[in-house]
């Protein structure tokens, strides 16, 4: 903010150069998020009332963010395909109030393959929480109404207790997924296209190493040294004429 408003001062001519130039003074580095096991995102779902159950599955697996999934409705699933479509997302503006919105970018509206290990538990959570028209939500509180996201956040507080990872917040399993994803190759533009991301730049963050994946690379190349079979050598007479 100092270097931008000093830069104004040297365009006004107040002054004749930006003394704040430190170089990457300007750069906000993150922090690092957690990234949860597959059994721990188990866990945490187990931990879950039954009707929100499929939310953190969803979230990891198929890398929704926290408003995704509570936007889905039952039109929005093709169990035929085995596809979700994502065209909405709740969301909270400043003033605490819950709205309903598009996806925040072009890329946010993306169709997305559910794993073979999550479909089960999608069809059952259809069957028993959902209404059967096409708008009906995905989750509701009862009444038809949308889960609420200060509901999903309290029990996703309990959960993630019983799970033993009390840092890991519900959008630590969109982030999880994706990782997951990009342990077994997944390119950066097919991270993009699963994480409905506008650019590289958030896509290349999953791409960082995980013990697991660290493990597997050490184990392939391991292979590539193979002991070769070595043919014993008898000696013999050799006659010289």
């Not at 959960?159 to 994706?178: I, M, N």
Request: charged share 25%; hydrophobic share 45%; glycine share 8%.
């Amino acid at each position: 903010m100092l270097k931008a408003m000093l830069n104004t001062a040297v365009a006004d001519e107040m002054i004749v150069r930006n003394p704040c130039t430190v170089k990457g003074a300007g750069v906000d580095r993150a922090s690092e998020r957690p990234v949860a096991s597959i059994a721990e995102v188990a866990a945490a779902a187990d931990a879950m009332p039954e009707r929100l159950r499929l939310a953190p599955l969803l979230a990891a697996w198929c890398q929704l963010r926290r408003g995704e999934v509570l936007g889905l409705q039952r039109r929005d699933i093709d169990m035929l395909h085995g596809t979700i479509r994502v065209e909405r997302a709740w969301a909270q503006s400043a003033d605490g109030r819950t709205l309903i919105a598009p996806p925040k970018t072009a890329a946010g509206r993306r169709v997305l393959a559910v794993p073979p290990n999550t479909l089960p538990e999608l069809s059952g959570h259809l069957e028993r929480f959902t209404g059967p028209g096409p708008e009906s939500w995905l989750f509701t509180a009862g009444g038809g109404k949308p889960f609420a996201i200060s509901s999903l956040e309290k029990a996703w507080r309990r959960a993630r207790l019983a799970a033993g990872r009390p840092e890991l917040r519900f959008h630590d399993l969109r982030h999880s997924g994706l990782t997951w994803a990009a342990a077994v190759g997944a390119s950066v533009r097919e991270l993009m296209a699963r994480g409905g991301h506008a650019t590289p730049t958030m896509a290349l963050r999953y791409q960082h190493a995980t013990a697991d994946r660290d493990k597997a690379l050490a184990d392939a190349m391991a292979e590539l040294v193979r002991p070769a079979e070595v043919a014993p050598l008898h000696r013999t007479n050799v006659l010289h004429t």
